[in-house]
């Protein structure tokens, strides 16, 4: 799997230049994921013309499902401060104060094949415990990844986890430090009201919001310890605005959409940019567009996560993942 990921540079200024140079890189990341049993029934990828993005492009390809998730997981792993003390106050609430935090990444694939989406996996050792917040020796955690993996396929195998974490196939993220060698399983919701509480899930990682407070509190009916994280709001409503754009262009063939779909005048200018344009072949439009935006607003980098198969070997249905990194503090 190719995680890309978009880092931001500078700040957001006008708005059409910046949602170009975040839109971009969006339809580059729709076109690279394309598959080759695709490629060889139309032809080269490099021929591809923009205007037919939208009707070959599989549903999980450039899936923005995890963005959220993998942005805060390499912050913890690169030490970013405003991220790495609030993880750490968090951990601390559930009695993991030594050692620097790290982050395991935890995404299962949506359909097809059974695996751990992680870059961090050899971080779970043989001593590796998950602390649940409930009484009693702690669980080895290496030791139920194809149990986790198969309770979120298969809910009949949920009851073979032990009761302490039955719901830890929900996690998103490992937070823990590999001193104690000590985890807990971790949730990561853009959208606070869609926190559930599930036995093994002890920390909630939310966008913090504009005019309210960032500081960490225990949601005592879930048995979550909430925790706000640093959150850019100009970026991330850019990148989220630019995902939509692409999202009715390509619902549409790059054709003028609707009014309701894309009610914003300067949204419906930069979809007009590949409108013009959707004659042309993708490569070409985009290197033709890249003077349309922002300079040095983004920073790309692509790397691959490791997926390790937990049953059997079936084509992932997301084989790329865009995710944005707000501008933060350091």
């Given at each position: 799997?190719?995680?890309?990921?978009?880092?931001?540079?500078?700040?957001?200024?006008?708005?059409?230049?910046?949602?170009?140079?975040?839109?971009?890189?969006?339809?580059?990341?729709?076109?690279?994921?394309?598959?080759?049993?695709?490629?060889?029934?139309?032809?080269?990828?490099?021929?591809?013309?923009?205007?037919?993005?939208?009707?070959?492009?599989?549903?999980?390809?450039?899936?923005?499902?995890?963005?959220?998730?993998?942005?805060?997981?390499?912050?913890?792993?690169?030490?970013?401060?405003?991220?790495?003390?609030?993880?750490?106050?968090?951990?601390?609430?559930?009695?993991?104060?030594?050692?620097?935090?790290?982050?395991?990444?935890?995404?299962?694939?949506?359909?097809?094949?059974?695996?751990?989406?992680?870059?961090?996996?050899?971080?779970?050792?043989?001593?590796?415990?998950?602390?649940?917040?409930?009484?009693?020796?702690?669980?080895?955690?290496?030791?139920?990844?194809?149990?986790?993996?198969?309770?979120?396929?298969?809910?009949s195998t949920r009851g073979q986890l032990p009761q302490s974490i039955r719901g830890l196939w929900k996690a998103d993220l490992?937070?823990?430090?590999?001193?104690?060698?000590?985890?807990?399983?971790?949730?990561?919701?853009?959208?606070?009201?869609?926190?559930?509480?599930?036995?093994?899930?002890?920390?909630?990682?939310?966008?913090?919001?504009?005019?309210?407070?960032?500081?960490?509190?225990?949601?005592?009916?879930?048995?979550?310890?909430?925790?706000?994280?640093?959150?850019?709001?100009?970026?991330?409503?850019?990148?989220?605005?630019?995902?939509?754009?692409?999202?009715?262009?390509?619902?549409?063939?790059?054709?003028?959409?609707?009014?309701?779909?894309?009610?914003?005048?300067?949204?419906?200018?930069?979809?007009?940019?590949?409108?013009?344009?959707?004659?042309?072949?993708?490569?070409?439009?985009?290197?033709?567009?890249?003077?349309?935006?922002?300079?040095?607003?983004?920073?790309?980098?692509?790397?691959?996560?490791?997926?390790?198969?937990?049953?059997?070997?079936?084509?992932?249905?997301?084989?790329?993942?865009?995710?944005?990194?707000?501008?933060?503090?350091?």
């Open positions: 799997m190719q995680i890309r990921a978009e880092r931001q540079n500078n700040p957001v200024a006008d708005e059409v230049s910046a949602l170009v140079a975040v839109t971009r890189p969006i339809i580059a990341g729709i076109y690279h994921s394309i598959g080759r049993d695709v490629l060889s029934a139309i032809g080269p990828r490099e021929q591809i013309q923009l205007k037919l993005l939208g009707k070959i492009r599989s549903q999980g390809d450039g899936d923005t499902g995890i963005a959220f998730e993998y942005a805060v997981h390499d912050a913890v792993m690169n030490g970013i401060p405003i991220v790495v003390e609030k993880v750490a106050s968090a951990l601390a609430q559930c009695k993991i104060r030594r050692g620097d935090p790290s982050s395991i990444l935890f995404a299962i694939e949506k359909s097809g094949s059974q695996q751990l989406i992680s870059t961090e996996i050899d971080l779970i050792t043989a001593g590796s415990r998950v602390l649940s917040g409930q009484r009693g020796q702690p669980v080895k955690l290496k030791g139920y990844l194809n149990n986790l993996a198969a309770a979120f396929r298969r809910p490992f937070l823990g430090s590999t001193e104690p060698d000590h985890w807990v399983g971790t949730t990561v919701k853009i959208n606070r009201s869609h926190l559930e509480a599930a036995r093994g899930l002890r920390i909630a990682l939310v966008p913090s919001k504009s005019g309210a407070s960032d500081a960490i509190q225990k949601d005592e009916q879930k048995n979550l310890i909430v925790c706000p994280m640093p959150h850019d709001g100009s970026f991330m409503q850019t990148f989220y605005e630019g995902w939509r754009i692409v999202q009715v262009l390509c619902e549409t063939n790059f054709t003028s959409p609707k009014e309701v779909d894309l009610p914003n005048p300067l949204h419906r200018e930069v979809a007009r940019i590949y409108i013009e344009r959707r004659d042309f072949p993708v490569p070409d439009v985009l290197e033709a567009t890249r003077k349309f935006g922002q300079p040095e607003l983004l920073d790309f980098d692509e790397e691959s996560a490791s997926n390790v198969a937990f049953g059997r070997d079936v084509e992932p249905a997301t084989s790329t993942i865009i995710s944005p990194f707000p501008r933060m503090g350091k």
